[in-house]
């Protein structure tokens, strides 16, 4: 089934030391999201590529960047994680740039803990 | 400013028994209005997705209604099931927003036996 996966699904990290998360979608989708989800919090979106297009949202913290390499694999990167960064994040897919009727996929997170 | 706000914030039922969960929004001008199921430590999976014309949506056990004249929503779950417990998501799109979403902060069902 075309969906999007996220690894890994529980990713535990140092203060400090920079960690990696990945998403991959088989949906062929334009557009790739990354939130971050604190407990009990709606989704806080961080940025979005539109193909090769890097879009950052305003009050997303430079510790956090994203690559986009190829349609399929979408990464982000936290360089220096502190604690506050502890979080579920959310990598979502959609068809493009307007809303879609259909085709905003959300994988199923990675959990990340600092410790 | 957009906005999604749900109520009740959270709710426990019984095993059988329906419930309703609200979603009123703010978000101006309206495309389409999402409600998702999100099970603890998962992603959210989609259950309805409603536009400007249409007022109500099934899934299975799952009805969404929709009132774009009052700008709420509403999702009806049918003979809920342990599995039902969940947090519920509203999440409205705008048009010329792009891409972006606003979503509400959920409605934490627990289903008991």
């Known amino acids: 089934d075309a969906m999007v996966i996220q690894n890994p699904r529980y990713q535990v990290t140092q203060f400090g030391k920079p960690v990696t998360l990945s998403c991959s979608q088989t949906?062929?989708?334009?557009?790739m999201y990354w939130y971050q989800q604190k407990s009990s919090q709606a989704p806080k979106l961080l940025f979005h590529?539109?193909?090769?297009?890097?879009?950052n949202e305003a009050d997303t913290p430079d510790n956090f960047q994203s690559r986009r390499p190829n349609t399929s694999f979408c990464f982000l990167d936290i360089r220096s994680p502190g604690l506050g960064d502890a979080a579920m994040y959310l990598c979502?897919?959609?068809?493009?740039?307007?809303?879609?009727?259909?085709?905003?996929?959300f994988g199923s997170g990675t959990r990340l803990t600092v410790v | 400013k957009n906005q999604v706000e749900q109520s009740p914030q959270s709710l426990i039922i019984l095993e059988g028994k329906n419930c309703t969960l609200q979603?009123?929004?703010?978000?101006?001008?309206?495309?389409?209005l999402r409600w998702y199921k999100q099970d603890t430590g998962r992603g959210p999976v989609s259950l309805t997705i409603?536009?400007?014309?249409?007022n109500t949506k099934s899934n299975g056990r799952y009805t969404a209604t929709l009132d774009a004249d009052t700008k709420q929503s509403s999702l009806h779950i049918t003979a809920s099931q342990l599995s039902d417990s969940a947090s519920y998501i509203c999440?409205?799109?705008?048009?010329?927003?792009?891409?972006?979403?606003?979503f509400g902060t959920g409605t934490q069902l627990k289903v008991e036996l």
């Open positions: 999440v409205v799109s705008a048009v010329g927003g792009g891409n972006k979403l606003t």
């Open positions: 409603m536009t400007f014309s249409e």
């Open positions: 590529y539109y193909d090769k297009d890097f879009n």
């Open positions: 949906l062929n989708h334009n557009v």
């Open positions: 979502a897919t959609s068809r493009d740039s307007r809303p879609a009727r259909d085709g905003y996929t």
């Open positions: 979603c009123n929004y703010t978000v101006s001008p309206f495309s389409n």
